[in-house]
């Protein structure tokens, strides 16, 4: 059974179609732009409502609730080894404004040190063609699935 993950693509269309992406935070990713961000999301296990863990994981890693009442669904994908759910949400949320919840890793590898990193480092709302580049690769369909939608 593949691990389940589920999240919230912000957008919002003043200037142009943007979309809410964050950097992943942690060591690995910290000299990375380039495929290195992602839409806020996160795992859930049997039993849980994917829509509501959608809610969750987009308040513990951006510190605020969806900023809309109304998310369309994006439809499933498989990436990375998960089945990713996402929903679609317009709205407007100060990027720069964003505090993510941490996680803790052993850095470095074999050092026994624990050391504690936000899982999205920093935010910003990106338009569709910087967002292709930006984003993890798996990830990249639910921009078109986006486009679709809103018929843009």
């Not at 059974?1 to 992943?24: F, I, N, T, W």
């Not at 959608?54 to 809309?68: D, I, M, N, T, Y």
């Not at 994006?74 to 100060?94: I, M, N, P, Y």
Request: hydrophobic share 40%; net charge negative.
């Amino acid at each position: 059974m593949p691990r389940r993950s589920a999240g919230v693509l912000l957008y919002r269309r003043a200037p142009g179609l943007q979309v809410l992406l964050g950097h992943m935070g942690g060591p690995f990713w910290a000299r990375k732009d380039d495929g290195a961000w992602s839409v806020p999301k996160g795992e859930y296990g049997d039993g849980e409502d994917p829509l509501a863990v959608a809610h969750r994981e987009f308040e513990e890693e951006l510190g605020s609730p969806v900023p809309a009442t109304s998310l369309v669904p994006l439809g499933e994908l498989r990436a990375s080894g998960k089945v990713l759910t996402l929903w679609a949400a317009e709205g407007d949320l100060d990027a720069a404004a964003t505090v993510s919840n941490t996680f803790s890793l052993e850095w470095p590898p074999r050092s026994g040190r624990v050391q504690e990193f936000p899982e999205i480092d920093r935010t910003a709302w990106l338009g569709l063609e910087e967002a292709r580049v930006k984003l993890v690769k798996g990830q990249v369909p639910f921009l078109d699935r986006l486009v679709a939608l809103l018929g843009a």
